[in-house]
């Protein structure tokens, strides 16, 4: 008997939103200040900022917890709905 193989589709498994915006309004940090203080260009800041990362940056991710001083839970969410 041959081994029958199910795929399970996801239509909507959720989305990973990173807060970083929120966080350096609300401690009324810019840009230009996370880029320099962690060494980061600020374009990649900018992409962290508008929520536009496409793949995670481990060291880019330690360097802004670094200079803000939180976890990384505090910058990338998870929402499920």
Avoid: H
């Amino acid at each position: 008997m041959e081994n029958a193989v199910t795929i399970i589709t996801i239509k909507d498994y959720g989305k990973i939103y990173v807060c970083l915006k929120e966080i350096l309004d609300e401690r009324g940090l810019t840009r230009n200040y996370l880029a320099k203080a962690s060494n980061t260009r600020f374009e990649v800041i900018n992409k962290w900022y508008s929520n536009q990362v496409e793949k995670l940056d481990l060291d880019v991710l330690a360097r802004i917890c670094y200079v803000l001083n939180c976890s990384p839970s505090d910058i990338i969410k998870y929402n499920n709905k």
